[in-house]
């Protein structure tokens, strides 16, 4: 049962690291605006007049994607918080140690600018 535990707090961890990457790709991440239009542009092969309609559309739905994400962020971090806060006293001290470790680690590689925070 201890190890079930243990395996879902490793698990989330990593989902948490993962979501960290797809925050780092949303609108807001820093370098990820044009991405959008470039894929399609290429997949596609979007001529310059389309590409120059698509952009309008694509800027468009960059808020209400960075909306999502926001959301999405908070929920699992909500839920984060619920499991771990279940799991941690199951934990001897060193593993509690080791898994407030990797907790902050993974807020760490997360952040993605002085604005985002956990708290969001």
């Known amino acids: 049962m201890k190890r079930n535990f243990l395996t879902l707090a490793a698990a989330g961890l990593i989902v948490f690291g993962g979501f960290a990457v797809v925050q780092a790709q949303s609108p807001r991440g820093g ?9 399609l542009t290429e997949g596609l ?7 120059a309609k698509v952009q309008p559309i694509i800027d468009q739905a960059q808020p209400k994607i960075a909306e999502i994400h926001r959301e999405a962020r908070q929920k699992m971090k909500a839920v984060m918080a619920s499991t771990v806060s279940q799991i941690r006293p199951l934990l001897t001290p060193e593993q509690q140690k080791k898994l407030d470790e990797n907790a902050h680690h993974g807020r760490m590689k997360g952040r993605e600018g002085p604005g985002d925070t956990m708290e969001d």
């Not at 370098?31 to 894929?39: N, S, T, V």
């Open 45 to 51: 092969n979007l001529t310059p007049d389309q590409q």
């Open 31 to 39: 370098g990820a605006r044009g991405h959008g239009l470039e894929r």
